[in-house]
């Protein structure tokens, strides 16, 4: 576990931006049981979250067509909450940080690590608009 002082920027990357913090199993399944589109991001404290992933994720949301609902959970921090939420990112392994994109509860799209370390956050924005025009 993180202490809340040091991730508590981190989390603000992405609540400014609108996102909504899943801290518990429950409030994950409420949250996907949700009808439309919907952005989770596992959030983490590591280097490729700061540099790619959240500015990744802001200029994504500068599209034209985005999802309904915006949540994240905290890997580290919010251990049960992340947990589960990558339950619902199966086929997929678990990483951090990770940005999944669901319709009706599905999972449609998926950036795994590997895919966010090394890319400028630009072309994981690309990645994500893209998703966003197919499902959104």
Same mark, same amino acid.
């Given at each position: ?50 540099? /790619? ?73 690309? /990645? ?9």
């Amino acid at each position: 576990m993180y202490p809340a002082e040091i991730v508590q920027p981190m989390r603000e990357e992405l609540t400014t931006l609108g996102f909504e913090e899943l801290g518990t199993v429950a409030a994950v399944d409420e949250a996907l049981s949700k009808p439309g589109t919907a952005l989770v991001v596992v959030n983490s404290v590591c280097g490729c979250a700061a540099a /790619n992933a959240r500015p990744g994720v802001r200029l994504a949301l500068a599209h034209n067509s985005t999802p309904e609902h915006l949540f994240t959970v905290f890997a580290g921090v919010d251990r049960e909450a992340t947990d589960h939420a990558r339950t619902k990112m199966i086929p997929f392994p678990p990483s951090s940080p990770s940005i999944a994109l669901f319709k009706d509860g599905e999972l449609v799209h998926m950036i795994e690590r590997h895919h966010i370390e090394g890319r400028p956050a630009e072309m994981i924005a690309e /990645n994500l608009k893209a998703a966003f025009s197919e499902h959104c």
